[in-house]
């Protein structure tokens, strides 16, 4: 990607933000999430966060300002780690016994049915890269918010807006920012509602009246028309 890409992809992106953040009144800044393939591949003025903590945790720091990219080194819940195609995932995470020992579920069965249909990336990315999308300089894959009910009511108005329907939330309250929130919307291209989890809540710092949407990088402009022409 060349400098004027990297202009213009800031502008818009920061154009993104900011209507959003007018049209739904959001208190903290849309996160730009995108997957790196090759380590060649990360942008130079982005540098690695230099702490180990879960996808959840970085994407609140992204959304309070900070710019960043991890590997999965720097992933400290594996599970989440492994939903985002950044590595294998843990044995005891695929057969349910991981959140059967936690007390989620009653039966090892149980929680092996729900991980089975728990969204994983098939990506083998090196890296992501997490920013508000108004400092992003390339072309997010997903774009996560976090907001209050009304908020994520506006946007589901908006993205219906042109051409109706429904839309479909799939969730379990387990790796819910990781794998509802982005890797779902990024394997299914639609966007997704969650209702948070214990891990997300607790360390992610997500608010008891606060949900979390995943949207899609490249129907961001739709969303943002949408808005407009609802508030007209």
Do not use: W
């Amino acid at each position: 990607m060349n400098k004027n890409d990297e202009i213009n992809n800031l502008k818009m992106n920061y154009h993104f933000s900011e209507e959003l953040k007018r049209n739904l009144d959001l208190k903290s800044h849309p996160v730009a999430i995108k997957f790196i393939l090759h380590k060649k591949d990360i942008p130079k003025n982005i540098k690695k966060i230099n702490q180990k903590i879960r996808h959840c945790e970085m994407v609140q720091n992204a959304s309070q300002g900070d710019e960043f990219y991890s590997t999965c080194n720097e992933q400290l819940c594996k599970g989440g780690s492994a939903a985002l195609g950044l590595e294998k995932p843990p044995k005891n995470v695929t057969t349910g016994e991981f959140y059967h020992d936690l007390g989620r579920f009653k039966s090892v069965g149980s929680a092996k049915r729900t991980m089975d249909e728990i969204p994983k990336m098939d990506l083998n990315s090196y890296a992501i890269l997490y920013s508000p999308l108004e400092k992003a300089d390339f072309t997010p894959d997903i774009i996560v918010i976090i907001a209050n009910p009304k908020q994520i009511m506006l946007s589901s108005q908006a993205i219906v807006y042109n051409l109706g329907g429904k839309l479909e939330s799939s969730f379990a309250g387990i790796q819910s920012v990781c794998a509802d929130a982005v890797a779902g919307p990024f394997i299914n291209k639609t966007p997704n509602v969650t209702l948070g989890c214990n891990g997300s809540r607790k360390f992610g710092k997500i608010k008891d009246e606060e949900l979390v949407m995943g949207l899609n990088g490249e129907n961001i402009d739709s969303i943002i028309t949408a808005l407009n022409s609802m508030e007209s």
